[in-house]
């Protein structure tokens, strides 16, 4: 999709804007070769989420929890920004405040080169104590056993689990960018899962302008300004050149 068709009125608002938001969810993740959750093909379908990815599961049996995620980990290492990413990155050339809001806990937008990003749902790079909350970013040592803090405590994957409240600085940052935005680009995700979900609409009471970027119609559609279907490594890169013609290379 090198050439897609923007209307007059987006264009408008591309070359007046200054704050851009990307809420981007598992669609884009997907592109760069990580499953899902849910749709035909996801986790979800295959595992039960209630044995692996809430607290009392850790404690019943952390070695099964420790062994899912760190088979999620080699996936995303081995794993990388596909042009979706590399194009929200660059858009932070050619406006003055570019916000990622994201749902995925890959890093895969950091790696991208984006500087300014949110996450709802935490990073599975990072890890922390149950106990103290003593984070402990460097890779863990498995060799002895699901590994365990100074302190003694089991040490946990920090990443949001079902029944887990979001982190509140980071949705309220969110939310924070989603009302002082002027485009609200909602990629990658059906946007169904609250309070996350939220965000879009907070961003159209605000005024926001809501580009939808989806492989397929969801329930954002009735409620952008504009919708492209088809893949963010595609769609982003396509509006990112007109951009560029707008703004001038820079």
Not at 35 to 41: A, E, H, V, Y
Not at 165 to 174: N, Y
Not at 198 to 222: F, M, Q
């Amino acid at each position: 999709m090198s050439e897609i068709k923007l209307t007059t009125e987006f264009i408008n608002k591309l070359s007046e804007s200054e704050k851009i938001v990307f809420f981007t969810g598992a669609g884009i993740s997907a592109e760069s070769g990580i499953p899902t959750f849910r749709g035909k093909d996801g986790i979800w379908n295959k595992l039960k989420p209630e044995e692996l990815a809430n607290f009392n599961a850790f404690l019943r049996n952390p070695q099964m929890v420790w062994e899912w995620y760190n088979h999620r980990k080699k996936i995303i290492h081995e794993s990388k920004p596909n042009a979706g990413h590399i194009a929200i990155a660059e858009f932070e050339k050619y406006f003055d405040d570019v916000t990622v809001v994201t749902q995925n806990i890959d890093n895969l937008h950091r790696r991208a080169g984006s500087n300014k990003i949110y996450e709802l749902h935490g990073n599975i790079e990072r890890n922390y104590c149950i106990n103290c909350r003593t984070f402990y970013n460097e890779e863990l040592n498995f060799s002895e056993g699901v590994p365990k803090c100074k302190c003694g405590g089991l040490i946990r994957p920090d990443v949001v689990w079902f029944g887990e409240f979001l982190p509140a600085d980071q949705l309220e940052a969110s939310e924070k960018a989603a009302i002082n935005s002027d485009i609200f680009f909602v990629v990658g995700t059906s946007a169904v899962v609250y309070p996350a979900a939220g965000l879009v609409y907070t961003a159209k009471r605000a005024g926001s302008y809501i580009v939808e970027v989806n492989i397929e119609e969801t329930e954002v559609s009735s409620i952008a300004d504009i919708s492209f279907f088809g893949e963010a490594g595609k769609v982003l890169p396509a509006i990112l050149e007109n951009v560029k013609k707008l703004k001038g290379n820079i």
